[in-house]
């Protein structure tokens, strides 16, 4: 025990580090001992400390979100640039358990406004919105930050990524979809909807009617600039325009047909490479 509060006292950062990452174990075991340690290590500003200390906060936010609360001050004060990422998790997970309030979380992201703040935070709403206490407080924060001007492609990417995993998708609400569009915006350079386009093909065979909505503002957004070869995957696209088709056909409604029609000719508008061949072999099918 002397050792360790030696080594943690020591101005040498790097030797530090092992006993960050078995921390969460000795305040476990030794949940005084293991405070003190961790304060005696974080008593001296050090930015290449933070990044270790997540693991410790992460096994401890539940319970003791009154000790490790001071820490993630004091992260908001001297290190959001480098580890603002930690803060965000680590406060959003806290908002999940009923610690601070989602108004207090987003009041000062929108305060600090620190890209990967916000990363981390889209992390974990992404994380858990496939859990049922959780899911309608995800929606909601992940509608909050596609609603934020400040939005990067970064974050827009790593919301798509919902979309994509299959025990997600149910969960995903027809106006979340529709804000998720309402949130891309020219200029995008790398922006990726491989996770959104599959939901499209996924869903439109249970909602084509409602695919055919979500894909009429979609083909709006991408008609005032942003490249149409963003739109990838086209296989999915093509699944989804094809059932929007074929349910219009079925209905028989005149109105409901010239609109599957013109959808299908504005996506050709937008020359996306290799969408006239696909279309046509579906036609084929």
């Known amino acids: 025990m002397l050792l360790l509060s030696y080594i943690a006292r020591d101005p040498i950062i790097y030797v530090k580090i092992p006993i960050l990452d078995n921390l969460p174990f000795l305040i476990y075991k030794q949940p005084k001992f293991g405070w003190q340690i961790l304060s005696d290590i974080l008593k001296q500003y050090h930015t290449d400390l933070w990044k270790y200390t997540e693991n410790c906060f992460y096994y401890q936010y539940r319970d003791s979100f009154q000790r490790i609360s001071p820490y993630l001050n004091r992260l908001l004060q001297e290190d959001m640039e480098e580890n603002g990422d930690i803060w965000g998790r680590i406060t959003t997970l806290a908002s999940l358990a009923g610690h601070i309030s989602q108004q207090e979380l987003f009041a000062t992201l929108v305060r600090i406004n620190s890209n990967v703040a916000w990363k981390g935070t889209t992390e974990v709403f992404v994380a858990n919105l496939d859990l049922q206490e959780h899911t309608t407080v995800c929606i909601f924060g992940l509608s ?10 970064e974050i827009l990417k790593l919301i798509d990524g919902c979309f994509e995993e299959e025990r997600k ?73 094809n059932e929007v088709l074929r349910e219009a056909d079925e209905t028989d409604e005149p109105e409901l047909i010239q609109r599957a029609i013109n959808l299908q000719d504005r996506f050709l508008k937008l020359d996306i490479q290799g969408m006239e061949d696909l279309l046509r072999k579906a036609e084929r099918e």
Do not use: H
Request: proline letters at 7%.
């Open 144 to 153: 909050a930050i596609l609603k934020n001007e400040c939005l990067s492609e």
């Open 169 to 241: 998708r149910d969960y995903i609400s027809p106006e979340f979809a529709f804000t998720f569009i309402n949130a891309i915006k020219p200029p995008l350079k790398n922006a990726e909807f491989v996770g959104f386009l599959n939901w499209l093909g996924y869903k439109s065979r249970m909602k084509p009617l409602l695919i055919l909505e979500l894909m009429e503002a979609l083909i709006e957004k991408f008609e005032t600039g942003i490249d149409g070869n963003l739109l990838w995957p086209t296989q999915p696209l093509i699944i989804a325009l």
